[in-house]
């Protein structure tokens, strides 16, 4: 059956029933969300463990249960690989990994993947394992990928069930009180996870630094926490940016940013009080200090931005030019210093920021929202996921979840990576539907949504170099160079879910390149 | 049945299954929790009502069902009796009324359970409800009370499922962010209201301060709010307190106020670090304040103190003698103030300190506690609810979460209270067990649980007043004048659950006096 983007989605994968995506906002849930576990203690119980070892031990994980983890130390992480060699110890097969997210710092886990300890994974793969899991790594299912908003809806709706979740915490007591805005490695709220340690049957808080009750604030609560595991090193706050924290020096990167600025400039949406949604990258950096100096010139305040926090957003604080910075994942120290010091940064999870079975997300009160894409096509469809050479190297983040929010989504991107392409037909894999995207931006023009006519002549009537998306398309592909086209099996080896839990598009193996 | 405190419970009350007491510690809950509903929303959906009528419409709000409130502005509340009047109005009958709390202002709803709107309640009824209820006020089943810890998990258990959640929010923004601490009537946090507007199927935010978007701390979030309505009127913060925010004058609570500063000093937990519960009334306020002198002198820091924050507690953590306040209700507006400015301030919700069915209440890592109690008697059983006259005339509060978890728990009582003895045989009701009550102090002296020896043997060697509970009973039954005895009937008027969901006593209806 064909999708509504026109996706061609199997019924079943992996035993799997598939719900076919039907449209941006055209799902509504109803009935009722999934039941936490009833959990007790006794009035003086300690749940201080000696290792991981004895965590695995004390909540009696088994060969094909679920553990879930965050990502919020990114490449800088330090606990996957160490639970699931202990996995490996045990002697445990066929875990469900289910990690907000896994980059180049998981690559031993292909070691575990071969081997059988890890049969399936949901959650995002940056690097190496989608890599391996695109040309048929040996998971026993299809790979599932959701965007944050995503993730959390699917572990309240049941579509997670998860066993233990295993919870890196810069600051823990020994209650299970946990957060990661303080102690010796900090790496930023770790509110992620606050769904996990909510919907796990079991939840092992493991910590670096064991603070005196009560560590606050309580990004994770002691009533949800089972056990607490102290461990010599949980992740590497150095390696959560993993480079991309400067503005880019590249003249065509800045000729993006300064246009997406200009574009918001332009727009309805830049008067007193609006909101947009910051971002790492360095086109996004330069983005919002462009945007800066123009609140600055209109005297403009912003009601409210989103992270992830950086030092570029901190600034604008500040100066008073955002009034208040909703935060669910600190991208530099900068960032989480503020988070400890500055009253208008506030800590929020992806509950409250992009859960589409909930009363409302964060992203919908969005005016403007910069995002990036690996490719676009003429649909106005976005894809992060896959590279044009097929491989799934990249996770969905909050991409689904701020496009589908915000009055104005801004997609900036060259027109050509190299000498590849970035617009084209057809996307290799749909993240995000064109319906949801207002605006792209390239370093060759702007092009807007035809659906969207209005904003198209204000930015026209503004003077920018609004353009057909085809004729850039056709720019571009001037200069591209043909690079090996993927061959696809017929095996999917993922499944991109959109926000709602229905399936915007799969990913097929790749078995070369013609 | 006799439950395990000697108290006879009927197995069946109003069609409900009693499960009688078995001891403090003595179940453990399995299997799942109540499950919430699933909610949706549309991105440009807006959540502001014109009134609380256009609540009832878009609620639906039907018979039968049950809603419920928080009682944070405690005697100065505005918000119940606008509601119950608006549901008069729409001609509803046989509601459930689940407010955490009833206060003295909150009589006019006497004519709405003789007219039948209210058919049930389930909450604290302080002063004229529940003296009605008690002379057969025509609720159509018992009334049923619980701790703060106890609705908490009565309500994540699925024991109480609220059809329409009304929170009054001193602050909130159109999107239903909402909190206690700022806006024009700030009342402090009104977090025992955010499992109401999780579980509840529908949830009615109520605000006299419409803030702009994001409105924070996010005590009450978006993503759980189903409507906002902004009337002029939520409640009164200068009735909060009802006068009991005054130090005692009277010498004979000073004294016991002494003693109880005196019996912590002597125990074996008066070192550093330790932690204690605060709380309202003249004596408790005295003996925190005696009890800072006695920090002072010695050296001692403590770790963490739970409030109902005053300014007496906030003076300690702005003197360094307190780290850290875990707040789940404010009393003044010193204690409302601390939460915006302090950082070892925090805010908690009753889920935190005090939920059975969690991994953990802060009250299990107290070290001392204060409470009252109207009577006690020679099992060390602490009556909270009701009067030797038989009335029901106040709630449990947090007092059995707070008995239940500290390490050494003083009921703090008058041996006398006018011409009333206060020690008795049998208290009319048992709110909480005698086996989590450690030390009595009275103005006549002081009585150490026979369970705690060695705590008795301290407190003898510091030179402390000990006596037994029956000698001092004696005594002052020498003083008291014989008061009118309540005949009571065979109906029962209320439950009085323990914690964990097992009923502890019940009320019976009061026929007159002897």
């Known amino acids: 059956m064909k999708n509504a983007v026109g996706r061609e989605i199997p019924e079943v994968v992996g035993g799997r029933t598939l719900r076919p995506f039907e ?42 249960m679920t553990i879930s983890f965050h990502h919020c130390f990114r490449d800088g992480d330090a606990l996957v690989n160490q639970v699931v060699d202990a996995c490996a110890r045990k002697g445990l097969r066929d875990l469900r990994l289910f990690a907000t997210a896994l980059f180049p710092v998981h690559k031993p886990l292909l070691e575990h993947i071969e081997s059988g300890v890890i049969g399936r994974i949901e959650g995002s793969m940056n690097g190496p394992v989608g890599a391996f ?14 965007s944050h908003g995503g993730r959390w809806r699917a572990v309240e709706a049941g579509d997670v069930h998860i066993d ?12 299970g009180n946990a957060n990661g805005i303080h102690g010796k490695t900090p790496c930023g709220p770790i509110t992620f996870a606050s769904v996990d340690a909510q919907y796990a049957d079991q939840t092992v808080v493991v910590t670096n630094d064991l603070a005196p009750y009560p560590a606050h604030p309580f990004e994770i609560q002691q009533g949800w926490t089972d056990y607490v595991v102290e461990v010599d090193e949980i992740g590497d706050p150095g390696n959560i940016a993993s480079g991309t924290l400067q ?96 009253d208008g940064h506030v800590t929020i999870d992806p509950g409250h920021y992009a859960n589409y079975d909930s009363r409302g997300s964060s992203t919908y009160r969005l005016d403007a929202a910069f995002l990036g894409a690996t490719e676009v096509d003429l649909e106005f469809n976005a894809n992060v996921n896959t590279h044009s050479d097929g491989l799934l190297l990249h996770g969905i983040g909050g991409h689904q979840d701020v496009a589908a929010g915000a009055s104005m989504t801004i997609i900036t991107v060259p027109a050509l990576r190299g000498r590849l392409p970035v617009i084209v037909d057809r996307v290799t894999t749909v993240t995000t539907p064109g319906e949801v995207i207002d605006v792209i931006v390239t370093d060759r023009g702007i092009a807007v949504n ?43 080896i993922a499944v991109i879910e959109w926000r709602d ?4 598009d799969v990913v097929r193996k790749v078995e070369g390149w013609a």
Do not use: C, N
Request: proline share 4%; glycine share 12%; no cysteine.
């Open 23 to 64: 449209g941006a906002f055209a799902t509504r849930a109803s009935g009722r969300k999934a039941a936490r576990a009833q959990k007790g203690i006794g009035r003086d119980e300690e749940k201080l463990l000696p290792s991981l070892d004895a965590a695995l031990e004390a909540t009696g994980l088994a060969d094909g």
């Open 133 to 146: 899991v695109s040309q048929g790594g040996m998971l026993r299912d299809p790979a599932v990928l959701r």
């Open 164 to 175: 233990v979740a295993f919870i890196a915490a810069p600051q823990a007591d020994a209650y």
């Open 247 to 342: 503005i880019t020096r590249s003249p065509t990167r800045l000729r993006i940013a300064r246009l997406a600025a200009d574009v918001v400039v332009a727009s309805p949406y830049f008067v007193d009080g609006f909101s947009f949604q910051g971002g790492a990258g360095g086109v996004s950096l330069a983005t919002v200090a462009y945007l800066g100096e123009e609140m600055e010139r209109a005297g403009i305040v912003s009601s409210f931005a989103i992270g992830g926090g950086t030092r570029f957003l901190i600034d604008l604080l500040h100066r008073g030019r955002v009034r208040t910075i909703l935060e669910g994942q600190a991208f530099d120290i900068e960032a989480i210093r503020s988070l400890r010091e500055d």
């Open 450 to 492: 035809p659906a969207r006519e209005e904003l198209r002549d204000r930015l026209v009537a503004a003077g920018l170099p609004v353009r057909e998306l085809e004729e850039i398309k056709k720019e571009a592909e001037a200069l591209t160079q043909p690079a090996g086209v993927p061959v696809f099996g017929d095996e999917i």
């Open 501 to 504: 839990g229905t399936v915007i």
